[in-house]
């Protein structure tokens, strides 16, 4: 029985195929999907697992996420007849993505290329940038306090408010950093991005006595933007119980031990 089962496992083709070298962890990769696409899942493992033995670097892995495909990668790791190898790979590949994509270096290059005077190169910073999300903050608010990269400020505020959400925490904590430079560029950027949410956050340099009146004229702006108009002292003082109240009202863990004590 063994025999004749090892005769219908026979196909010429396999048997073309699995004489062949991969030259590369690529071929290897394509290799295995042809394989594993003829039925031959165990082949198809043995070649996964070369890529894997090879512990590319996250260049290498990045490389491979290029000439493939990230969802390539996520189908591939959907198929249970390859498991385990092609969920390590595709974990492998898709966190090395993930690295390159919020690293220093490659969001340097995206900020770059919001000023390119080719549309395309600027989609890919625009589109770049995006994918690195709150990571990019830090930096691109690095050009807007750089005189020599005065040129580029009107595309990275935009690029900025175009982050969103995922712009609003680092900037915030701007609000903090006591460099009037920074603190006006972030909270014209709050106030282009328009949640309500911060608002509450823009009242204390909006009246704080002893602050730099550029910072001050800034929260007034982003405020009116944000509000329609810059509150009263006795609208802050709402919007400030009210914000208190609903933090007292919602239920905390405030990280006691089992008696209670914090």
Do not use: C
Request: hydrophobic share 45%; no cysteine; net charge negative.
């Amino acid at each position: 029985i063994g025999r004749i089962e090892a005769l219908k496992r026979r196909d010429p083709i396999v048997e073309v195929l699995d004489t062949s070298k991969p030259a590369t962890p690529a071929d290897a990769i394509q290799l295995a999907t042809i394989m594993a696409d003829l039925g031959r899942a165990d082949l198809a493992k043995k070649h996964l697992q070369t890529v894997l033995d090879a512990n590319l670097d996250r260049a290498g892995l990045v490389d491979l996420a290029a000439r493939f495909d990230s969802r390539y990668f996520a189908r591939l790791a959907s198929r249970p007849e390859l498991a385990p190898e092609a969920r390590r790979l595709a974990d492998a590949v898709l966190s090395a993505v993930q690295e390159q994509t919020r690293s220093a270096e490659h969001v340097g290059q995206m900020i770059e290329w919001l000023s390119s005077d080719n549309q395309r190169i600027r989609d890919e910073g625009i589109i770049g940038l995006r994918k690195a999300g709150s990571a990019a903050v830090v930096p691109l608010m690095g050009v807007l306090v750089d005189p020599a990269r005065q040129a580029e400020h009107d595309p990275v505020r935009a690029m900025l408010v175009a982050l969103g959400g995922a712009a609003v925490e680092p900037l915030l904590a701007y609000l903090e950093s006591g460099d009037p430079v920074l603190m006006v560029e972030a909270i014209g950027v709050l106030g282009r991005i328009g949640s309500r949410e911060t608002s509450i956050r823009l009242l204390a340099p909006y009246w704080s006595a002893d602050g730099d009146p550029r910072v001050r004229e800034a929260a007034d702006a982003a405020l009116r933007r944000i509000l329609g108009a810059a509150p009263t002292a006795k609208e802050s003082a709402r919007i400030l119980t009210d914000r208190a109240r609903h933090y007292f009202d919602a239920p905390a863990d405030l990280g006691g031990d089992e008696a209670g004590r914090t």
